[in-house]
Structure formats: structure tokens, C-alpha cells
């Protein structure tokens, strides 16, 4: 038989074989991240007819070469253009994450490690990052717990919608700040009641609450005062703050003249007794009131006593603004005395009424009617909270309850919560007060308070509850929550192969490991470090080049055809040798 039939054979095996190559690229033109292959031929073997034959000096015979014949071609290397990088097709999904670079994603089975560069991924039931095809784990690091930074271990299937990540945990409010202007012309400042400043916090447990200060001006020129007067719940109910002393500042007292008047028409002082206008009903019996209250109903007793009491001076509904007025008792040098002392030593017969708030046993100034007029000039106030200076040269801030850096404490954590184990849910607060200033701004005062310090620290959060999660171009996974803040819940893991076509294909756009690409050493790479990058949103489309696959087609095609023409030529050649003999 003729070498030329079979090396005719040979070419068309090796052509269909290329051909095979080029369908199965065309095939997978749009499959995301394949990588398409090439094939390269050499020729199969060659029967050597004559062995080549050196020079002789003696007779100046030159050398031979060597008479070779060739059988035919083989398939010599399928090459994967592993490396070449695909297209980004842009799909909206913020699973769908692409690789730029010539790292892989690493995937898992359960048992074994794979590795891809398709990046369509999803979130499975159990809150799992999953390949979309296979359903396979992604693999990655977690979250080191004790630095809340990414633990670069063994790689393990990243669990992003965990129970623990759904939601980002309360925390109670540990810092506020207040800035702005205090106009000292402004006529809320000035006021009885004085402007209201609201500060919004959290406590441990993520529940909101406002707590209200009052800023008063004073006698004193830049200085004015700041007292917490409620604290209220999200839906407006306030919170009993009276039991916890000092729950803000100390107990200061400011000169601030006040004309107090008594309400003559309704009210009248009987010794102990506050009467009705006429003297004919006791509305307060001081001498059956107990200041020191043993129990809840003698403690209620002596609140509504009290209540009354600053009704028929005009503070109704501002009992302990009236209780903690005082007057300077003539004395040198002078004594300040609170009214709610005062009160008390009426019913202890020390004074025989407001009126004598000198002690000179005078019960009062007479009217002109033949009744005493109890109405009276406060010198000052008590308060617990602390006073707020500025420099009246410059209007800047200058001081507050006589820290200079403007820190004050609110001592919420006082408040008892669980009276189970007198905990408290509250957590003391520094308000700093250094960015207010007193400047003149047309009477009206911008002051405002925030939680947090200028850097967004200590500012406190109710649960959150997750609303995104986003992947940054390390792969760091990323948790954002309504609560306005952020948790990292992971990093996809990458690997790197010294040599990437070394790898062996295992369907489902899989590779797996051999001895010629490398191995995984079972901890991964960052993206990052070797100059690649992902991306969220876009997948890696296939890097087929159908211009060249069609090309390589045409050149298979013609190859194809010339082998075959050889096995035809041949067989009428060995038709012409059969016929020799008729």
C-alpha cells in the first residue's frame, strides 16, 4: 500500500480534530468566561530510507543527508487561552462580579476546590454566595471578630445573609454636640420659659428619645443657663427623671432678678395654711404635709401640696422652677435662700409666710387694703444644670459649668431601666458645647444640638435591619443597614496559578488543579495583589474571536479537502497498478 494513502488519513483525522477545536470554540461563543482553544500540528513520524553520511577527507567525497519520508501529521498541543480576557457584559445583578486580571474564583463542592472565572453568582436559602450554574460554594475568608477585619485563613463558604448579619445591632447615644448661635436678644432666651433645645438619643436597647434643655440668659452679661428638663420617649411620653439627682451639670445658682407675684384674688396665707381669697377654705394644710416623704402616697401628698402652692404664685405647671428661686436674706454677707426651704420653714414656724422672706417676723407689706401683699422679688435661681459663658468681647465660647473644652455629662446611665438588677438601658453622655457662640444675629438664636461628635463617634442607633449589600473591588463584602451604618461580612477569596493553561477543564466552566498549573495552596490570594480588580454588575463574556474561529475554519476547511485529494490521487494510482495486469 502507498505511505501517501495513509499520510492522506492521517491529515484528515488531524484536520477533523481541529475542526472539533473550532466547533467547540463557536459553540461556546456565548458562554461567560470560556476561554477558547487552539490547536497546533506536527507531523507524525518519517520512515528514513537512507541515513545521512559525513565528508571524507580522503577521497573529498562531501557527506549525504539522510533520505526521510514522512507518514502523515498528529495533533501536536491544544492550547487554552486562558489569560485572554473576555468582554464585560453588563448584567444589573450585584452577584454577577467579573475578574479583571488572571486570578479565579474558588469554588466548592463540599469536598473539593474548584476553580472558575464565571462570576454568576447568588444568595441560596440559607444565606449562602452560591454559583448560580452548579450551585457550588464561593469561597472566601471570614471576619475576625475581635478586630472586625478580615481573617486571611483557609478559605470557607461565605454565609453573607446570616441570622447575625441580617440585622446590625442598637447601640446607646455616648456623645453629643451643640453649635450655632445664642443670640442673647432673643426673646425666647429671655423669656420665663426660657428657648428649648432638643437633643435626640438612643439607648442600648435602639430606642429613641429626646432630651430637652432650657437655656435662660441671666443677670450676668454672656452667661446664661442650661438645665435638662424632660426626657421624652419616641411618642411624646415623658420619662421620669426626678429621682436621679444631677443628672446634668450641678446644682448652681445664677443671679436672676424675678417679680413674683401672688395671686391675691384666689389665694391667701393663713400662717401654715394657703387659703382660698376669702380665708374661708384651706387649700394646703402645711403643718399635715411631710417634706420627707416615707412612701409613694405621702410623696404624691407633698408634690400636690407643692403643686398648689406655685399656682397661687403663678408658676402652675413650673413647680420646680418655682422651688428653686431664692432671695438673699439681708445677712452679711448675704444667704441664699430656695424657696422650697423656705416652704418648709413655714411649716416649721420658722417665718410666718412668704411674705417674711427676710425673717424679720413682718408678714409682708401692706397693700393699702388692710391685707398683706405676699408677692415678692427673686434675687436668683437654683438649677441643676450649669451655666454657659461666652467672651463678651468676642462672642466666642468660653466656658460651661467651668470646663473651658466644653464638655458636660449627662448622667442618663442613673436612670434605672431594669429594676430587676438596677441596670440601666441609658449611657452617660458628653455634650460638648464649644461650637455655640453669642454673636448678634437679629434676635434669633440657630442653636442646635446633634448626637455624635463632629467625626459621627458615639453617635448611638436604633436595629438596624439590612437594606444592600455591595462588593468592593478586593472582593470585601459589605452590609448596609437602615440604621445608616455598615458591617463587613466577608472577602471573596481568589487563586493564582504559575501556569493557568496548565489547568484541566472539568465542565460547568470548572477547572481543577494538575501538576503542571500549580497548586491551591488552600488559603488564596487578594484580587488586588497582583494588579487585578473586580468588578459588580458585569459578567466576563467568552474571549472566542469568531473573525479568527472563521478564518481557521476556511484554512481546516481547504486542509481537509487537499488530504482528502491525496487518498483519492493514491487510490488511482494503485487503480492504475492493479490494471497492469487485465
Given at each position: 500500500m502507498m505511505r501517501s494513502l495513509y499520510s492522506g488519513v492521517a491529515g484528515l483525522k488531524t484536520h477533523q480534530t481541529k475542526m472539533d477545536v473550532i466547533g467547540n470554540n463557536i459553540a461556546n461563543v456565548n458562554t461567560t468566561a470560556f476561554k477558547s482553544s487552539s490547536i497546533t500540528f506536527a507531523d507524525l513520524m518519517s520512515q528514513t530510507t537512507q541515513s545521512a553520511s559525513g565528508a571524507n577527507a580522503t577521497t573529498g567525497v562531501g557527506g549525504v543527508n539522510a533520505r526521510q519520508i514522512g507518514l502523515?501529521?498528529?495533533?501536536?498541543?491544544?492550547?487554552?487561552?486562558?489569560?485572554?480576557?473576555?468582554?464585560?457584559?453588563?448584567?444589573?445583578?450585584?452577584?454577577?462580579?467579573?475578574?479583571?486580571?488572571?486570578?479565579?474564583?474558588?469554588?466548592?463542592?463540599?469536598?473539593?476546590?474548584?476553580?472558575?472565572?464565571?462570576?454568576?453568582?447568588y444568595v441560596d436559602g440559607v444565606g449562602n454566595l452560591c454559583m448560580t450554574s452548579t450551585g457550588y460554594n464561593v469561597?472566601?475568608?471570614?471576619?475576625?471578630?475581635?478586630?472586625?477585619?478580615?481573617?486571611?485563613d483557609n478559605v470557607q463558604p461565605l454565609r453573607i445573609m446570616s441570622p447575625?448579619?441580617?440585622?446590625?445591632?442598637?447601640?446607646?447615644?455616648?456623645?453629643?454636640?451643640?453649635?450655632?448661635?445664642?443670640?442673647?436678644?432673643?426673646?425666647?432666651?429671655?423669656?420665663?420659659?426660657?428657648?428649648?433645645?432638643?437633643?435626640?438619643?438612643?439607648?442600648?436597647?435602639?430606642?429613641e428619645y429626646t432630651a430637652r434643655f432650657i437655656l435662660k440668659s441671666t443677670d450676668v452679661d454672656g452667661e446664661f443657663s442650661v438645665e435638662l428638663d424632660k426626657l421624652l420617649d419616641a411618642k411624646g411620653n415623658e420619662i421620669d427623671i426626678s429621682g436621679a439627682d444631677e443628672l446634668f451639670g450641678s446644682d448652681t445658682s445664677v443671679a436672676d432678678q424675678e417679680e413674683v407675684v401672688f395671686n391675691s384674688n384666689s389665694f391667701s396665707w393663713n400662717g401654715t395654711q394657703l387659703m382660698n381669697g376669702d380665708g374661708t377654705t384651706t387649700i394646703v394644710d402645711?403643718?399635715?404635709?411631710?417634706?420627707?416623704?416615707?412612701?409613694?402616697?405621702e410623696e404624691a401628698a407633698l408634690q400636690e401640696a407643692l403643686d398648689k402652692i406655685a399656682t397661687a404664685y403663678g408658676f402652675g405647671g413650673s413647680t420646680d422652677e418655682f422651688l428653686n428661686l431664692y432671695i438673699n436674706n439681708g445677712a452679711t454677707p448675704p444667704v441664699k435662700q430656695r424657696v422650697s426651704d423656705l416652704i418648709e420653714a413655714i411649716k416649721n414656724g420658722t417665718v410666718p409666710?412668704?411674705?417674711?422672706?427676710?425673717?424679720?417676723?413682718?408678714?409682708?407689706?401692706?397693700?393699702?387694703?388692710?391685707?398683706?401683699?405676699?408677692?415678692?422679688?427673686?434675687?436668683?435661681?437654683?438649677?441643676?444644670?450649669?451655666?454657659?459663658?461666652?467672651?463678651?468681647?468676642?462672642?466666642?465660647?468660653?466656658s460651661i459649668?467651668?470646663?473651658?473644652?466644653?464638655?458636660?455629662?449627662?448622667?442618663?446611665?442613673?436612670?434605672?431601666?431594669?429594676?430587676?438588677?438596677?441596670?440601666?438601658?441609658?449611657?452617660?453622655?458628653?455634650?460638648n458645647w464649644s461650637g455655640v457662640s453669642m454673636f448678634n444675629n437679629n434676635g434669633t438664636s440657630t442653636v442646635t444640638a446633634t448626637y455624635g461628635d463632629k467625626d459621627g463617634i458615639g453617635t448611638g442607633r436604633k436595629l438596624g435591619d439590612m437594606i444592600g449589600v455591595s462588593i468592593q473591588r478586593d472582593g470585601r463584602i459589605y452590609a448596609s443597614y437602615d440604621n445608616g451604618m455598615t458591617k463587613l461580612l466577608g472577602q471573596i477569596a481568589t487563586a493564582n496559578f504559575p501556569n493557568a493553561s496548565g489547568l484541566e477543564k472539568h465542565g460547568d466552566n470548572l477547572y481543577q488543579s494538575t501538576m503542571n498549573s500549580g497548586s491551591f495552596d488552600g488559603i488564596g490570594v487578594d484580587v488586588t495583589a497582583s494588579g487585578g480588580y473586580m468588578s459588580t454588575g458585569v459578567l466576563e463574556m467568552s474571549?472566542?474571536?469568531?473573525?479568527?474561529?472563521?478564518?481557521?475554519?476556511?484554512?481546516?476547511?481547504?486542509g481537509f479537502q487537499a488530504n482528502s485529494r491525496i487518498i483519492t490521487v493514491s487510490d488511482t494510482l494503485l487503480e492504475e497498478l492493479t490494471n497492469l495486469k487485465r
Open positions: 502523515g501529521v498528529k495533533s501536536g498541543a491544544i492550547n487554552v487561552n486562558i489569560t485572554g480576557q473576555g468582554s464585560a457584559q453588563s448584567t444589573g445583578n450585584p452577584f454577577d462580579i467579573m475578574i479583571t486580571g488572571d486570578n479565579f474564583f474558588v469554588v466548592s463542592d463540599g469536598l473539593s476546590n474548584y476553580f472558575t472565572r464565571d462570576g454568576s453568582f469561597m472566601g475568608w471570614g471576619v475576625d471578630t475581635a478586630t472586625m477585619d478580615i481573617k486571611k447575625d448579619n441580617l440585622t446590625y445591632p442598637p447601640e446607646a447615644t455616648t456623645l453629643g454636640t451643640v453649635s450655632g448661635i445664642l443670640d442673647k436678644n432673643d426673646t425666647d432666651v429671655n423669656s420665663e420659659d426660657g428657648k428649648s433645645l432638643n437633643l435626640s438619643i438612643y439607648d442600648s436597647l435602639g430606642y402645711l403643718s399635715t404635709v411631710n417634706f420627707t416623704p416615707a412612701d409613694e402616697t409666710s412668704l411674705a417674711d422672706l427676710d425673717g424679720d417676723g413682718t408678714p409682708g407689706v401692706d397693700d393699702g387694703s388692710g391685707n398683706p401683699n405676699f408677692s415678692f422679688t427673686a434675687d436668683g435661681r437654683f438649677l441643676n444644670g450649669s451655666v454657659l459663658k461666652f467672651d463678651t468681647d468676642t462672642g466666642l465660647f468660653d459649668a467651668g470646663s473651658t473644652k466644653g464638655d458636660t455629662k449627662i448622667a442618663l446611665s442613673k436612670l434605672i431601666a431594669n429594676t430587676t438588677d438596677n441596670t440601666s438601658n441609658f449611657a452617660d453622655i458628653n455634650l474571549n472566542v474571536d469568531l473573525s479568527a474561529e472563521f478564518t481557521e475554519m476556511i484554512t481546516t476547511q481547504r
